[in-house]
């Protein structure tokens, strides 16, 4: 009796063990599988990352400014965006323009906070347009308006069904009936939108997937210090204005090479520790919610 009761201990013990080391195996497996926990933050590529604007509320006083988490530079509001909830955005808050007279202005400091001619260039956000209601409209412009004489821009022009990553400089620029993606911007959708220059190349990517390369051998843009429109291009002339919103928006003095553009696809926010003596940040400010 007392060696069947023995027996009778063991193979619970055994059972028990079994279902303990499986458990295990499978948390294990699974954290193996999806590559990182649940709560992860995927980083943004850092290398030559010069101008990061989150457009979360902590950055963003909506009838005054939005500042750049990396340099303290601020994007001054003109007309009346909206600070969009979470909920509408795709990481943490972002802004809305109404396509009408909403945009944002950055301009650099003296002394300069970012002076540099433009070698290369990628520009970078999240868009997510509501309608299409004129010809040229900026998403992103770096530019040198009324001159329009250096140019990277992030754009669309529903007039002649195309959208693409504009350059202008030394004098030659995209041929847009022949350079850009030939039909209209997608609307009421989250786009991640890529564009890149090194002088010689211009490449244009959307959601990750390379859509546009093409020739465009101008040589540097031209230009000391930073002149950006968000939402239309750098004079406010309310004519190039968008209608929906934006978020996540990146500047990077270097090219992105395509895994670099599908990992900024992902991204939650900067892979930094508090720490870092090349950001200004918190890690607050970083720690994005994914949408």
């Not at 279902?19 to 999806?34: E, H």
């Not at 412009?141 to 350059?167: K, R, W």
């Not at 939402?231 to 990077?252: M, P």
């Not at 090219?255 to 607050?284: C, F, I, R």
Request: proline share 3%; with cysteine.
């Amino acid at each position: 009796m007392i060696k069947k009761e023995s027996v009778r201990r063991q193979k619970a013990s055994y059972l028990n063990n079994l279902r303990f080391f499986t458990t295990t195996f499978l948390i294990l497996s699974l954290l193996v599988w999806t590559g990182q926990p649940a709560d992860a933050i995927i980083g943004a590529v850092e290398d030559g990352l010069i101008a990061y604007w989150t457009f979360d509320k902590d950055t963003v006083k909506i009838k005054t400014e939005a500042v750049d988490l990396l340099s303290g530079l601020p994007a001054a509001v003109h007309g009346d965006p909206e600070l969009a909830p979470a909920g509408d955005c795709k990481v943490g808050e972002c802004v809305l323009f109404d396509g009408s007279v909403d945009r944002f202005l950055v301009e650099d400091s003296t002394p300069p906070t970012i002076d540099r001619d433009w070698d290369e260039i990628s520009l970078e956000c999240w868009v997510f347009i509501n309608a299409l209601d004129d010809s040229w409209n900026r998403i992103i412009s770096l530019d040198d308006m009324p001159t329009n004489s250096a140019v990277a821009s992030l754009y669309y022009d529903d007039d002649d069904n195309q959208h693409g990553f504009f350059v202008r400089a030394g004098g030659k620029s995209t041929v847009a009936a022949q350079d850009n993606v030939l039909e209209d911007i997608p609307l009421e959708e989250w786009l991640h939108l890529v564009g890149t220059y090194d002088g010689d190349t211009v490449h244009y990517y959307v959601n990750g997937k390379l859509e546009k390369k093409y020739a465009m051998n101008g040589g540097k843009i031209s230009k000391g210090g930073l002149l950006l429109g968000i939402g239309d291009r750098s004079d406010g002339c309310d004519c190039d204005t968008i209608q929906g919103y934006i978020d996540e928006l990146r500047v990077y003095e270097r090219v992105l090479t395509s895994a670099e553009v599908q990992n900024n696809m992902k991204a939650t926010g900067l892979d930094v520790s508090p720490s870092a003596d090349h950001l200004s940040v918190t890690w607050g400010h970083i720690k994005a919610r994914r949408r």
